[in-house]
């Protein structure tokens, strides 16, 4: 029996998880963006058909490049007349910020070879790296990164597919206003990335309700814009959360 005043408080347990352990909890941190990435990537498929890409090629294409941004936007510069080199110095401003997330979540995979933190940034995404650098467990940080990013990539190549397989059923007015949309939702769902807020799901419900409104009387992609907009603002200036991490 201890004595009085003699217990002895013990700490939160460090021992860092498992590779499969960690790997499963990537996966779980990581889905409700990976949902995300599933529903930007129906859009994608669906603006993919309205330019005659069929679903296999523009899942290919989501597994090549896996950027949304690059994505939506290279979709716009597909006509004529057709520039590889304004395609490619578009990517790369779009993708600069991939050099910054690099070459901070190096830091975090330092325990592994360089083959391997090179193989990994195939994977890299602001999902994936907001989920593995905001996570304070004692976790492996390859495998959590790796399970996350191969997460959302799965979901973003079945959403492909599946808004591909279902184009043909859509108006194509409809289907060039989602072309249209998938790049500023893609701004909204990088905006709650970086910025963390205490809103919730509310600038999501917002941005899906101005858009619904919007739709009844402005053109479609004026419609999304102002959706847009307005989660915009509800994410920004909503309250931020008080959780200060610690390392």
């Not at 959403?159 to 206003?177: K, N, P, Q, Y």
Request: proline letters at 4%; glycine letters at 10%; one cysteine or more.
């Amino acid at each position: 029996m201890n004595k009085p005043g003699s217990t002895v408080e013990r700490g939160p347990s460090w021992e860092t998880l498992s590779a499969a352990a960690s790997a499963r909890l990537g996966f779980r941190k990581a889905t409700p963006l990976a949902i995300s990435s599933g529903l930007f990537g129906i859009l994608y498929g669906a603006a993919c058909a309205s330019l005659g890409i069929s679903p296999q090629w523009a899942a290919l294409s989501c597994i090549l490049v896996f950027s949304g941004a690059v994505q939506f936007a290279v979709l716009g510069m597909l006509g004529e007349p057709f520039s590889v080199s304004t395609i490619a110095v578009s990517s790369l401003l779009i993708c600069n910020r991939l050099f910054l997330m690099g070459a901070s979540i190096a830091d975090h995979l330092r325990d592994r070879s360089w083959l391997a933190r090179l193989l990994s940034m195939f994977v890299l995404t602001d999902g994936a790296w907001a989920a593995t650098t905001a996570e304070r467990s004692a976790v492996d940080r390859f495998s959590f990164f790796v399970s996350a990013g191969l997460w959302i990539l799965a979901l973003w190549v079945s959403g492909t597919v599946a808004g591909g397989l279902i184009a043909g059923r859509l108006e194509r007015d409809l289907i060039i206003a989602l072309r249209f949309a998938g790049i500023l939702f893609l701004t909204l769902l990088l905006l709650m990335v970086v910025k963390s807020t205490a809103m919730g799901h509310w600038p999501w419900m917002i941005a899906a309700s101005t858009s619904l409104l919007g739709s009844r009387y402005l053109p479609m992609p004026l419609a999304f814009l102002t959706g847009v907009l307005s989660g915009v603002a509800v994410a920004w200036f909503g309250s931020p959360e008080r959780t200060t991490h610690v390392d």
